[in-house]
């Protein structure tokens, strides 16, 4: 990537960043801004202003981050880079719920600006719960905070979850819109920073090997797994009111299937890739009450042991009612009605407290037909392309070769190709590239609000299911990998979920 400079005035500009002492500042923002440093990738006119109820100064704020950046940089520190950054950062005491608070950020901002040289343009992250985005953002409005000067910017991000249902999401994108364009508006899902998500079209559209079998007439099945050892900790309010369809699958998941399943795009432009994607998204099934009945598993862990301890059931969580309905876990069986994909199944799984801590896509390619070998008492192994997200970072990929041990025997062979390498340095954390997204006004990985519009639609009637059936939770133990209809969900197929 190029050196970002401010000559131009595109990239430079004042971070707004709302929930500065919160976890996800500490945890992933600093430690992106400092990678990117580190990398030589941050704009030379750039300022950080990070506001927090907290009455500290800015040198007591700078230390806390220090502290953090010890902690969760994937970088070292280095005294040069972390000096140029403690410069950059600067804290404002401020309650975002007071109204009468903003023309004083406003002021703050504007003195920022003329000193930085960041030729007017802003970024406001909204790194606090969802409850406070239309705050916020009315705060920004009646301030004039949003408003732009001609060749300068102003964007608004923000954290998932973007409303609970398609009504408050409506609503919400309609408070947004009233003050920032859709153009203007990045709303983040971190596993699309990820490099291996990114690594999903080049792999399809770079190979000819792959791409010319990538449909239903050579593809058996894909298998799209994001599994988590941890439970909820101390996260169980926020839990209590998402559950893991609000919480994986009406992002993560169906941002990842979208693009595994998307037709090539006209060119690399936002909106052509963007738009294949919502194709993908309006082109799922539509769930029956029959359909939701046979294909949809949802779980609940309950007390088992992870990594060799033992860990309390979900009911047993802090914040998590003792007769708790809320999921923890999800399978489900989809088709994508096109002509690519008809008749190939999609089966998706997510889940807390499971065996293993991974993310990964499979692809499961047609067997060769039971003629010449395996016409004999051959094994006969399918091929498999496995896109692996985390915490391997990689492509594997299975085929059938002879067994030169022996006479006449056919075995599986492997090739796995890691990204992290000497030569390529350590995989960049996601909130690194996004960042240099947003600064870059590039929106290629954020949703559009069509999309998220769409993936509502879908998993609203899911989550409109779980509330009207009673299920018999708990219905797995802490340590293993879901309840045992999710096994039998792909067994009555004649299939298996692939843990590799």
């Known amino acids: 990537m190029d050196t970002l400079n401010c000559e131009s005035g595109k990239s430079s500009a004042v971070f707004v960043i709302?929930?500065?002492?919160?976890?996800?500042?500490?945890?992933?923002?600093?430690?992106?801004?400092?990678?990117?440093?580190?990398?030589?990738?941050?704009?030379?006119?750039?300022?950080?202003?990070?506001?927090?109820?907290?009455?500290?100064?800015?040198?007591?704020?700078?230390?806390?981050?220090?502290?953090?950046?010890?902690?969760?940089?994937?970088?070292?520190?280095?005294?040069?880079?972390?000096?140029?950054?403690?410069?950059?950062?600067?804290?404002?005491?401020?309650d975002f719920t007071d109204q009468t608070g903003y023309e004083g950020l406003k002021k703050y901002v504007d003195e920022l600006d003329g000193s930085s040289g960041t030729a007017g343009n802003r970024i406001f992250y909204l790194a606090v719960a969802p409850e406070y985005f239309e705050t916020i953002v009315h705060g920004l409005h009646t301030s004039g905070l949003a408003f732009t000067r001609e060749e300068s910017f102003s964007r608004l991000v923000i954290e998932k979850p973007f409303g609970k249902d398609l009504t408050t999401a409506r609503e919400l994108n309609s408070k947004l819109l009233k003050v920032f364009p859709e153009s203007s508006i990045y709303r983040i899902d971190h596993y699309l920073g990820k490099e291996m998500i990114q690594n999903i079209m080049v792999l399809?559209?770079?190979?000819?090997?792959?791409?010319?079998?990538?449909?239903?007439?050579?593809?058996?099945?894909i298998q799209i797994s994001l599994t988590e050892t941890d439970g909820v900790g101390s996260r169980g309010g926020y839990y209590e009111k998402s559950g893991a369809v609000r919480d994986m699958v009406q992002n993560h998941i169906l941002q990842i299937l979208s693009l595994v399943a998307m037709e090539p795009p006209v060119n690399l432009g936002t909106d052509a890739i963007r738009t294949e994607k919502l194709k993908v998204i309006q082109a799922i099934e539509e769930f029956t009450p029959e359909l939701l009945r046979d294909n949809v598993v949802f779980g609940q862990y309950g007390q088992g042991v992870v990594n060799g301890e033992k860990v309390p059931a979900y009911r047993q969580e802090d914040r998590v009612p003792a007769?708790?309905?809320?999921?923890?876990?999800?399978?489900?069986?989809?088709?994508?009605?096109?002509?690519?994909?008809?008749?190939?199944?999609?089966?998706?799984?997510?889940?807390?407290?499971?065996?293993?801590?991974?993310?990964?896509?499979?692809?499961?390619?047609?067997?060769?037909?039971?003629?010449l070998y395996f016409q004999r008492d051959y094994i006969q192994e399918p091929n498999l392309l496995v896109i692996r997200i985390q915490p391997n970072v990689g492509?594997?990929?299975?085929?059938?070769?002879?067994?030169?041990?022996?006479?006449?025997?056919?075995?599986?062979?492997?090739?796995?190709?890691?990204?992290?390498?000497?030569?390529?340095?350590?995989?960049?954390?996601?909130?690194?590239?996004?960042?240099?997204?947003?600064?870059?006004?590039?929106?290629?990985?954020?949703?559009?609000?069509?999309?998220?519009?769409?993936?509502?639609?879908?998993?609203?009637?899911?989550?409109?299911?779980?509330?009207?059936?009673?299920?018999?939770?708990?219905?797995?133990?802490?340590g293993t990998m879901g309840p045992v209809e999710a096994f039998k969900l792909l067994a009555r197929d004649g299939r298996q979920w692939w843990d590799i």
Request: charged residues 25%; glycine residues 4%.
């Open 18 to 94: 709302f929930g500065g002492t919160g976890d996800l500042t500490h945890r992933k923002l600093m430690p992106a801004l400092y990678n990117l440093i580190h990398d030589n990738m941050m704009p030379q006119c750039f300022s950080v202003v990070c506001t927090g109820r907290r009455d500290l100064t800015d040198e007591q704020y700078r230390d806390q981050v220090h502290e953090s950046l010890m902690k969760y940089s994937r970088n070292k520190l280095d005294d040069r880079h972390w000096g140029r950054l403690r410069q950059l950062i600067h804290y404002y005491r401020f």
């Open 204 to 221: 399809r559209f770079c190979n000819s090997v792959f791409e010319s079998l990538w449909s239903s007439k050579y593809i058996d099945n």
């Open 323 to 371: 007769d708790s309905s809320t999921e923890t876990f999800v399978a489900l069986k989809l088709h994508i009605n096109n002509f690519r994909w008809a008749g190939t199944p999609f089966y998706i799984r997510t889940g807390k407290r499971l065996g293993t801590r991974s993310a990964e896509i499979v692809i499961q390619f047609k067997k060769m037909p039971d003629i």
């Open 395 to 478: 492509v594997y990929f299975q085929f059938n070769t002879k067994d030169f041990s022996s006479h006449n025997d056919i075995i599986p062979a492997r090739m796995d190709s890691s990204y992290i390498s000497s030569a390529q340095g350590n995989t960049p954390e996601a909130y690194e590239r996004l960042i240099l997204d947003i600064l870059r006004g590039d929106s290629t990985l954020f949703s559009r609000w069509d999309e998220v519009e769409a993936s509502w639609m879908f998993a609203d009637r899911i989550i409109g299911y779980r509330e009207q059936k009673k299920f018999k939770f708990p219905n797995y133990a802490a």
